[in-house]
């Protein structure tokens, strides 16, 4: 098999574009990326979406913010509204991130909305998936996800 990114290019970083991209999909290449000791930048993560019923999966989202541990809450986890953070959050369970190679995977992964400065003339990785129209199906961007749950940008 070739490997189309061996050229370390970019300061070592492989970035991958989210925009119009299933979360999913595109969050198991990131951490298959990552467990193979690549650094791994994810841009524009507000713009990936969720496949499935809007109202499903805010419900669903809005219950793991409201879980918390009756002994301790501060026990409790923790689930960000903020886009980026969110789907940093959903790459992490990708990750077996109790052990030291996941917690290792997971240090070199950055998510960012938007294009930072550093990563502007980048060449992102290329992968096939759908897109949303293409999909016939309901989709949720991440951005709005954030709204939903809350999340308001100042």
Known sequence: MIDMYDDKTDGGWMVFDAKDRVLGRMGSRVAKELLSGRQVAVVNAELAYMSGNKGTLVRKYRTRLNLQEKENPDHSPYWPRRPDMLVRRIIRGM???????????????????GIPKELAGSKFAEFETKRPKEMYVKHLYIRELSALLGYNRD
């Open 95 to 113: 990750l077996p991130y109790k052990k030291p190679s996941g917690k290792a995977a997971y240090r070199r992964l950055r998510v960012y909305s």
